[in-house]
T-cell receptor
Framework: AQTVTQSQPEMSVQEAETVTLSCTYD???????LFWYKQPPSRQMILVIR??????QNATENRFSVNFQKAAKSFSLKISDSQLGDAAMYFC??????????????FGTGTRLTIIP | DVKVTQSSRYLVKRTGEKVFLECVQD?????MFWYRQDPGLGLRLIYF???????EKGDIPEGYSVSREKKERFSLILESASTNQTSMYLC?????????????FGPGTRLTVT
């Protein structure tokens, strides 16, 4: 079974600075999909960014980017120009090569990010 | 916008009660999921469903059952609630559009069993 590890339970960053959240995973599969989800306080969880394992190019969504190191099984999230609205719990998630009817996500334990004004 | 709603934000039940948690999505999604979220454990999948009347066990199905009689509604049932089922329960749905399709989450139900 796949496992996802987020080794930083809490992190903090000064507003406008850059922060990197780490995520490692364990798998024997060659094709899979990785996600970062964000859960703001008392609000619904939303997708931040996603990456296909067979793509070497790191995904980017505005101020959010990933550093995907397939050999190291690492999928870190970089947030540039941190804003107060980035304060949230961030979850890394893994999905095996899915078929219709099998879209199970395996989540890490989360990193709580605090933004310091 | 996709909307996933859950019947209650907060729920307090007594040990041994039968508990129903309801989830409704309004975007005709095939897939629906129930997770529980606990500090230090992240999200763990309880059950999921990829079609009406279809269900699959997740990682922690013990003590839970589910029902999906209509495409838009997915219910989680605690047959006899126990204190170790005190948790945040999250419902999610997704549309099969390919391998990177995202899951859309509801606001969660914080269940306390006393």
């Amino acid at each position: 079974a796949q496992t996802v590890t987020q080794s930083q339970p809490e992190m903090s960053v000064q507003e406008a600075e850059t922060v990197t959240l780490s995520c490692t995973y364990d798998t024997s599969e060659s094709d899979y999909y990785l996600f970062w989800y964000k859960q703001p306080p008392s609000r619904q969880m939303i997708l931040v960014i996603r990456q296909e394992a067979y793509k070497q190019q790191n995904a980017t969504e505005n101020r959010f980017s990933v550093n995907f190191q397939k050999a190291a099984k690492s999928f870190s999230l970089k947030i540039s120009d941190s804003q107060l609205g980035d304060a949230a719990m961030y979850f890394c998630a893994y999905r095996s090569d899915p078929n219709f009817g099998n879209e199970k996500l395996t989540f890490g334990t989360g990193t709580r990010l605090t933004i310091i004004p | 916008d996709v909307k996933v709603t859950q019947s209650s934000r907060y729920l307090v039940k007594r040990t041994g009660e039968k508990v129903f948690l309801e989830c409704v999505q309004d975007m005709d999604h095939e897939n629906m999921f129930w997770y529980r979220q606990d500090p230090g454990l992240g999200l763990r999948l309880i059950y999921f469903s990829y079609d009406v009347k279809m269900k699959e066990k997740g990682d922690i199905p013990e003590g839970y059952s589910v029902s999906r009689e209509k495409k838009e509604r997915f219910s989680l049932i605690l047959e006899s609630a126990s204190t170790n089922q005190t948790s945040m329960y999250l419902c999610a749905s997704s549309l099969w559009t390919g391998k990177l399709n995202e899951q859309y989450f509801g606001p969660g139900t914080r269940l306390t069993v006393t």
